[in-house]
């Protein structure tokens, strides 16, 4: 598989990829049809799709979830990652390619009635690749002298601030001039440290990409799940519509639709099951002539202060490419599955 289309199926699956816990960053007013991104420096813009009507959620004598945020609240979440890949025809692999577990930091810098500001702080990320050599950003001896894995170890100890809306929607990455040039520091002292000669402009191109796709995923999926307006019964559902990009300047608009499960001992169980819709750009209709993704998840969130108790999302896509002689790749068809945990700790003291 060439580099080009693995990271396209990469990102098919990124939703909750890093910091932010689980898709939900759904539009925040009610559903019309959102305006495409505008294509930059002449680069091709995907076809606008009118997003579906929204559901709006059974009101009635039901609870009305809501995020109680209180500036000073410091806790920690744990994640853990499983990426799995295969082309079809090969026999069903449980060995993931990847396993990723992160530890992050949450503090609630300020807070109001209608949001918050969020700082989340990466502390420690281990990475076990399939046949490779496992890191872990606390291990004493020195990084290791592999780019990939310092382009991964480049985020932890820069801490990244959110600005939140009533409901958990990430509105805003604030400061990310500031977070790019802390993140371009750590990267170039990892390599110092590691070793490696002065990155080429290609190596600190490719950095960036990465950093910046990062921050996207924050921002389209947010870092929160969105919890209704409405109030909700046990048994009522709603859909929101969440837009996320992909490669190949091209747009993926998943249609995520929640049932409230259940309501006890102080907790909510929701589940929710999507698919996505592609705006393909004409590169992706070449080079992917067919495109399938979906999810399924439950989270677990507390009753009274609305916080992520316990989220668990997988990510599937499916995707035929076609060949690419002069890169050698015959094409086929390939699939990805993510697996994403992610569960709270106990509150962090000072």
Not at 103 to 109: A, G, S
Not at 149 to 177: H, K, N, S
Not at 246 to 273: Q, Y
């Amino acid at each position: 598989m060439t580099r080009g289309l693995g990271l396209a199926l990469a990102a098919l699956t990124l939703g909750p990829a890093c910091t932010q816990a689980t898709p939900g960053a759904a539009e925040r007013a009610q559903p019309g049809p959102a305006p495409a991104p505008a294509a930059a420096g002449g680069a091709e813009a995907p076809p606008t799709v009118a997003d579906p009507p929204p559901t709006p959620p059974a009101v009635g004598e039901g609870l009305a979830l809501a995020y109680r945020f209180t500036a000073g609240d410091r806790w920690r979440e744990a994640v853990d990652l499983e990426l799995h890949s295969s082309r079809a025809g090969e026999a069903p692999d449980e060995t993931p390619t990847m396993i990723q577990r992160r530890r992050e930091l949450f503090e609630i810098v300020d807070a109001g009635p209608d949001g918050a500001s969020v700082r989340v702080t990466l502390e420690r990320v281990e990475l076990e690749p399939r046949g490779g050599a496992a890191i872990d950003s606390d291990a004493e001896a020195p990084p290791p002298a592999d780019a990939f894995a310092l382009e991964r170890l480049a985020l932890v100890d820069v801490p990244m601030t959110y600005r939140l809306g009533g409901d958990g929607a990430t509105l805003e990455l604030v400061d990310e001039p500031g977070l790019r040039a802390a993140a371009d520091g750590r990267w170039e002292a990892l390599r110092a440290e590691a070793g490696l000669a002065a990155p080429t402009a290609e190596e600190r191109a490719r950095f960036r990409h990465s950093v910046a796709d990062e921050l996207t995923s924050s921002r389209e999926w947010g870092i929160r799940p969105v919890l209704p307006r409405a109030p909700v019964a046990v048994g009522g559902a709603w859909t929101e519509s969440v837009r996320t990009s992909t490669l190949f300047n091209a747009e993926v608009v998943w249609t995520i639709r929640h049932a409230l499960e259940a309501a006890d001992d102080g907790r909510v169980t929701i589940t929710r099951d999507g698919e996505a819709a592609f705006n393909k750009s004409p590169t992706m209709a070449r080079l992917l002539p067919r495109a399938d993704a979906g999810l399924a998840g439950e989270l677990v969130v507390d009753r009274e202060s609305g916080a992520l108790l316990r989220a668990e999302t997988t990510v599937t896509a499916l995707v035929e490419a076609a060949p690419q002689p002069d890169a050698g790749f015959p094409g086929g068809t390939l699939k990805m599955r993510r697996i994403v945990k992610r569960r709270r700790l106990d509150d962090a003291a000072e």
